[in-house]
């Protein structure tokens, strides 16, 4: 009972704080005049942190912010206003400042034109898929004796990657598991790593020469965490879009995700694959589209989400003591600016 009646007195000590708060930052209030809704509450000086009493500070903190809210919809209303008074004659929006348009140029981008890059494309090691010479054929395995966890998610990306055949290791090493899949003609290898039962990793190797790349894996998302999901994907092979990969680097782990899908996409089962890169993180996802009417379009999630981080890119297939790496991240050299992007 005491400690009831505690509590109510100290709702009512807060309550009486706040309300003298409020008269105390309501300047002209004791002359009579009267104070307008749109009247700055506080001084220019006046630091919310400087109050001690933590239910005042919190009161005061939440007046500010509804303060901000409110000059911030009034200067957008004025803008608009401006704007409609003008006509044509009014000048063009300004384009907000983001850490995409502000990005630091990079040497590498490529031009879609360059013959440089058509020569070394037609030359690199996807050119026989390309050139349609070979089929994708895709080996899933995992880390030595994986959960339940990566062994539902690699079950499910070989559900959205066509022609590809998940198989458990049992204390095989790499470098034994490439020659065996050479031998079965299969064109590429994924390994997905887990720590704490959760996939942390993945590792994609082109066969038979390469390249192998490393990717750091966070936020896996299985078909039964999303939510509003769509039914289960169907055996039609998927549409695929690669978003802003630009950079020579870029251009390389765009065509090796290309490489893993079929050619010649079935638009019946209206499925697609998409990897968005952005600030250097390549988001997976996994869409059905349907069409509502001859404008609309929805889509659906199927799942399962990922996103990757590249963190490096070896030159042949994988090979931990004497690869030779084109690029490794080196994140106190490279992360200098967080407006310079390597893909």
Known sequence: MAEKLGKGRTSQKAQHNAE????????????????????VLFPPSFSVSEIKNKQRRHFMFLRWKQQQRKEKLAIKKKRKKEREALGDKAPPKPVPKTIENQRVYDETTVDPNDEEVALDEATDEFAPYFNRQTVPKILITTSDRPRGKTVRFCEQL????????????????????????????????????????????????????????HFRMSSVRLRK????????????????????????????????????????PQFVGRQVATFHNQRDYIFFRFHRYIFKNEKKVAIQELGPRFTLKLRSLQKGTFDSKFGEYEWIHKRHEMDTSRRKFHL
Do not use: W
């Open 158 to 213: 070989s559900k959205c990657i066509p022609n590809s055949h998940v198989y458990y290791r049992r204390g095989l090493a790499l470098k034994r598991i490439i020659p065996q899949c050479m031998s079965r003609d299969f064109t590429d290898l994924i390994v997905i790593n887990e720590d704490r039962k959760i996939p942390n990793g993945l590792v994609l190797s082109h066969l038979p020469d390469g390249p192998t790349a």
């Open 225 to 264: 965490e999303i939510k509003r999901k769509g039914k289960a994907p169907t055996e039609h092979q998927p549409e695929v879009i690669l978003n802003n990969f630009t950079t020579r680097l870029g251009h390389s782990i765009g065509r090796m995700f290309a490489s893993l899908f079929p050619h010649d």
């Open 20 to 39: 003298k708060a409020e008269a105390v930052a309501s300047p002209g209030e004791g002359q009579g005049a009267p104070v307008q809704p749109d009247q």
